[in-house]
């Protein structure tokens, strides 16, 4: 079966980091570009970022660029969101989703359940 498994998130300070994880099993995770979406209390799902299957390529949401960082190991089908200077809108449920390298989230093929980021003091 296919398994996207997020980890990594909580509560956190503004200006502080979080690294979340995401852990694949059950598909050739080296043939999908991996995606980073987010969906913030009682908002619709907000794409974050994306990395193309070999990693060598990353695009990131304009909110998000410059403080996050999309990494992937095709080695141990890992993902990861390098998160820093966070801020208080940045709190939502963030979720890992495997498809094409895109910002339409609708058109993922695999999702994770998602992993809560409360950025507060």
């Known amino acids: 079966d296919v398994q996207l498994v997020e980890s990594g998130g909580g509560l956190v300070q503004p200006g502080g980091s979080l690294r979340l994880s995401c852990a694949a099993s059950g598909f050739i995770f080296s043939n999908f570009a991996m995606n980073w979406v987010c969906q913030a209390p009682g908002k619709g799902l907000e794409w974050v970022g994306s990395i193309d299957s070999g990693g060598s390529n990353a695009a990131y949401a304009d909110s998000v660029k410059g403080r996050f960082t999309i990494s992937r190991d095709n080695v141990k089908n890992t993902l990861a969101l390098q998160m820093n200077s966070l801020k208080p809108e940045d709190t939502a449920v963030y979720y890992c989703?495997?498809?094409?390298?895109?910002?339409?989230?609708?058109?993922?093929?695999?999702w994770g359940q998602g992993t809560q980021v409360t950025v507060s003091s």
């Open positions: 989703a495997a498809g094409s390298y895109t910002d339409y989230a609708k058109s993922y093929d695999y």
